[in-house]
């Protein structure tokens, strides 16, 4: 007999809220380590790092506004309390990704060291994310609402559109950090989708 899938937990307002700051401070971090070496990554974050080597804008402007058009599909198929945690983990990251950058200074970061700690440490943050019925925006509401339909995993989700997005970037960066980055992203959607699994708990 197949086994009931488990409910999501019922978090109250405190729990929410410092878990969501935790884990998006989590990956605010990961992505000044990654920005710092000159590497990118997948999903949203990976394209407005590649906007921002392109054009010289600031990191976290450009991933709050690419990540504007998704609120309405996050919306219409996940409901208004996903929206909003979404926005608010967005808007969090693109704060402090850029405000952290002069007082945690990794200048001269090996790519290698960088592409790994970015790895796990954003993996788990969005591990955090997720498990507070909350995202990062972008790919990964639409990798979170593919999974809850189809039942493949969101990282596995994330990975194939991450695969055109650093074939894309290869215009843009070397090839030794492109080759780097894809380790720091392989990490990641690794650790998503070991343990972001539906027999464990249910995001709704």
């Known amino acids: 007999m197949k086994a009931d899938l488990p409910s999501r937990p019922h978090y109250s307002l405190f729990e929410d809220v410092q878990g969501l700051l935790a884990a998006s401070v989590q990956a605010a971090l990961g992505i000044h380590l990654l920005r710092t070496a000159g590497l990118i990554t997948g999903g949203t974050a990976g394209l407005a790092l590649l906007i921002s080597y392109a054009t010289g804008w600031g990191f976290g402007i450009t991933f709050f506004t690419v990540n504007l058009p998704f609120y309405l599909f996050a919306y219409w198929r996940k409901g208004l309390a996903f929206t909003v945690k979404s926005f608010a983990s967005v808007t969090v990251v693109s704060l402090m990704a850029d405000f952290m950058a002069p007082f945690v200074p990794v200048n001269g970061i090996h790519p290698a060291a960088a592409a790994i700690l970015f790895g ?21 509401i639409v990798a979170v609402i593919l ?10 989700i994330q990975l194939g559109y991450d695969v055109t997005l650093f074939l894309i970037a290869f215009t843009f960066i070397e090839a030794d950090r492109v080759a780097w980055s894809a380790l720091g992203a392989a990490i990641l959607n690794f650790i998503v989708a070991i343990n972001h699994r539906r027999d464990w708990y249910v995001v709704s």
Do not use: E, K, N, P
Not at 120 to 140: D, E, K, P, Q, T
Not at 147 to 156: F, P, S, V
């Open 120 to 140: 796990v440490i954003c993996g788990v943050g969005l591990l955090g994310l997720f498990r507070h019925a909350s995202s990062l925006g972008g790919i990964s």
């Open 147 to 156: 999974q809850d339909r189809t039942g493949i995993r969101a990282g596995w």
